[in-house]
């Protein structure tokens, strides 16, 4: 085995351009697939472990008091509960991280832990009292963080003081008070927390339990049941989003990685047939050539793939961190098993890709081995050379033209590569094309070009010199200014749910806000009956076009039928119109003073001065350049894109490269008689940068199929994902000033692959090149 090392050392130092390519497209590869796979392990795990620990609800099933009674619920056989429940509103005054102001569900609780639902306490202490309350709010990253904590709240003639915060993994409540506390707000709701064994892995299974346990409750005493699969689906879309896109790639640099190998092996075998006799003239088995083959193409395969984890590996965990940040599960790591996999899967991978071209060589006789030459078979392809020299292209061109039928295997692989490179720009383009349409159309930036917010006291800005009315009026006044909206968030209880619905009321021109191009079905609000739902909305919530979302709050009641479903992941936002809301909030001014404005302004107007007049005519007002900043996931996602594409480009360029210096090296004697009968270095490299031409347009036209298929099939994918539909707009993203480019990137690929050794093959000396064998 010593002389085999030393054999397939040599062969690798010789051949150190193709240990360069396998080497590089390996790192990439691997690279991706660790991203892949460590996003793939994360989707459900982490909430999982989280789960299992806190020993999480399986379903939170919420009562309505006026129908039956704690006695009886206690008899309902949950595992925790039941809890009284009544409905607290958070004013804007309450200050704690990650807490929004507006009603939340508060149970009364005397324990934070229990069989069901156990609490994480991770600031402060839990109420013992009357006057006390903890508030649901997710930890913090760092442990050592000191939360903000401050205001206090009123519910039926109390205050309440914040003495801690808690997080629940079920999501079962917004705050917890005792259970003294709660009998004095006289609650008109109660949960019980069912935790089961068995088979609860479906909605069917957890639904029919659920009937089972209340089957002796008076009929409508149950008003919602909430599963913990729909949380566990909403964990998981965060690095859901990306995997769709990580997998692709990582394939494709896959495929890149096979066809190279293969190629680079198998034109090592055809271009060493007297070293092949050679070597087992000396006594070498043919297992032992075979052996020899297989470790020049695994040594950078090893070279690469350490690196490509030592890569992929922070890479992981940055994406992780991402997709889980605020997702209340703790630090999120990446398993051992993806990196594992990556590292073994792709040698094993190399090494299979590299076996097939190099048992050509096990089957070789010495005697003919040593004997044969470097140059293709006579006769093969003389029969499309001869019918392209009978055309009126030049003749270098028609020469290189029907240089690839001279080696049909290694040209396939060749084009394969090509097509993948195409597949990739292609895939990147549409990716990027569909994410700036949802940009555009979420930030609603090409028809809404300033908001203005206002400042908040509590955290040390000035507040608006006037109230809405006055502020829009402001607004309309000004120079260039086409339109104004007032936009307020009015979080509202659901009849028969306990997970309210935040609002987006708007109070004003409504109809040209741009958020049509949002809309998946239906139509957009056209009156005060009307409310627009996210798709996370009506799967959460189990609704569809045509139900009515009843609001109640403090007695008062409104009726909302959903006329349009939007893109989001947000499974509590609505919007409606705010004469629809206004009865559920009298004596408020459009909402209290959280209430932003959606500026539309003419065509050819400065957007820096007129932010610069808002601020003059009143610095309580903050005005925000809507057509800047981009959303994090966007960018993270066409950043990776372009990198990948970038490399797995260049990859196969390079592979187009070793095809030529491969051909040349073959045809180095053809070459030599053509110059000697006066073909010039120029028509030389023509005719071998030609042969790659012809691969690179055919390549071009099979890859950009394949990419828009890919396309096609991913991004539907990732907003599956992340918990949205998308409108059939952002789909459309192919037309002809776009496929133009990707048409002419084959061949770029070929052509740029190609240049560099077809120049040196055009410098070729004609002496050196007739000794040549």
């Known amino acids: 085995m010593r002389a085999v090392w030393r054999v397939a050392q040599r062969a690798v130092r010789r051949r150190r351009l193709q240990t360069f390519v396998i080497g590089l497209v390996v790192l990439f590869s691997t690279a991706s697939i660790v991203v892949a796979l460590a996003l ?14 806190t020993r999480g609800a399986h379903v939170v099933a919420s009562f309505d008091l006026g129908r039956v009674s704690l006695d009886q619920l206690a008899g309902a056989g949950g595992t925790a509960g039941p809890y009284a429940t009544t409905t607290v509103d958070l004013p804007e005054s309450v200050l704690a991280p990650g807490v929004r102001p507006g009603p939340i569900t508060v149970a009364g609780r005397d324990d934070p832990g229990g069989p069901a639902d156990e609490l994480d306490l991770w600031w402060g202490r839990w109420p013992t009292g009357d006057g006390e309350i903890v508030l649901n709010a997710m930890p913090p990253a760092n442990p050592d963080f000191e939360p903000a904590i401050g205001g206090t709240i009123s519910h039926g003639g109390r205050s309440l003081t914040i ?74 879309s965060g690095p859901g989003r990306y995997l769709p896109f990580l997998a692709i790639f990582g394939v494709l640099g896959l495929a890149v990685a096979v066809l190279i190998v293969t190629n680079v092996v198998s034109g090592a075998v055809v271009s060493g047939f007297r070293h092949i006799g050679v070597l087992k003239s000396l006594g070498f088995t043919p297992r032992q050539v075979v052996a020899v083959y297989l470790l020049m193409a695994g040594l950078p ?36 098993w993806p990196v594992l996999v990556a590292l073994f899967g792709m040698l094993a991978v190399v090494l299979l890709a590299a076996l097939v071209p190099a048992l050509r060589s096990h089957r070789i006789p010495a005697a003919e081995a040593i004997s044969a030459g470097s140059a293709p078979r006579a006769g093969r392809a003389l029969h499309t050379q001869r019918r392209l020299a009978g055309t009126r292209l030049p003749r270098s061109v028609s020469l290189g033209l029907g240089l690839p039928f001279s080696r049909p295997g290694r040209t396939a692989l060749t084009a394969a590569a090509v097509v993948l490179g195409v597949t990739t720009v292609t895939f990147a383009a549409g990716v990027a094309a569909s994410l700036g349409r949802f940009a555009d159309a979420r930030d609603n930036s090409e028809s809404v070009q300033v908001e203005v917010l206002p400042g908040l006291e509590k955290f040390g800005e000035p507040k608006p010199q006037g109230n809405p009315a006055a502020t829009r009026q402001m607004l309309t006044s000004l120079t260039g200014t086409t339109g104004v909206t ?27 806000l741009g958020y049509q191009d949002q809309l998946v079905r239906g139509h957009w609000l056209a009156g005060p009956g009307d409310t627009v739902v996210t798709s996370a909305f009506l799967r959460g919530r189990g609704a569809d076009l045509g139900d009515t979302v009843t609001l109640q709050r403090d007695g008062r009641r409104a009726e909302l039928t959903i006329v349009g479903e939007v893109m989001g992941d947000d499974p509590d936002e609505a919007y409606a119109e705010w004469a629809a809301v206004q009865p559920l909030t009298p004596g408020a ?26 601020r003059q ?90 990419g828009m298929v890919a396309h096609k099939v991913s991004v539907p994918l990732v907003a599956a994902a992340a918990g949205t539909d998308i409108p059939a707009s952002m789909m459309t993203v192919w037309q002809w000033p776009v496929l133009l480019p990707l048409l002419g990137s084959g061949l770029a690929i070929a052509v740029l692959g190609a240049l560099l050794p077809a120049r040196s093959a055009g410098r070729l000396p004609v002496a050196a090149a007739l000794r040549s064998e």
């Open 40 to 53: 793939l392990a994360a989707l459900s795990a982490p909430f999982d472990r989280a789960f299992a620990a």
């Open 163 to 236: 003495v801690g915060l808690a997080y629940s993994v079920s999501h079962s409540a917004g705050g917890w008070v005792t259970t003294a506390q709660m009998a004095a707000f006289e609650p008109t709701g109660a949960q019980v927390l069912y935790r089961w064994t068995g088979d609860v892995s479906t909605q069917a299974a957890l639904d029919s339990r659920v009937a089972a346990a209340t089957a002796g409750l008076p009929a409508g005493a149950l008003a919602d049941a909430q599963s913990y699969l729909v949380l566990r689906t909403t964990a998981a």
């Open 301 to 336: 395969a090893l070279a690469g793939v350490l690196p490509g984890v030592a890569v992929g590996y922070p890479l992981a965990e940055a994406m992780l961190d991402d997709a889980f940040s605020g997702a209340g599960l703790g630090r999120v790591t990446v398993a051992l």
């Open 486 to 512: 007032a936009v307020t968030d009015v979080t509202v209880p659901v009849a028969g749910s306990t997970a309210p619905v935040r609002l987006q009321v708007f109070d004003g021109d409504y109809s040209a």
């Open 589 to 614: 001014p459009f909402g209290g003073d959280l209430v932003r404005y959606l500026v539309r302004l003419a065509p050819a107007t400065d957007v820096e001065a007129y932010l610069a007049a808002v």
């Open 617 to 706: 005519a009143d610095p309580g007002l903050m005005p925000v350049d809507n057509s800047r900043g981009a959303n994090e996931f966007i960018v993270t996602v066409v950043s990776i894109s372009v990198v990948l594409t970038v490399m797995l480009s260049i990859v196969a360029a390079l592979g187009v490269f070793q095809t030529v210096v491969l051909n040349t090296h073959e045809r180095r004697r053809d070459l030599g008689m053509l110059k000697s009968i006066g073909m010039t270095p120029r028509q030389v490299t023509a005719m071998m940068v030609t042969s790659m031409a012809m691969l690179g347009a055919l390549g071009g036209l099979l890859g950009i199929a394949v």
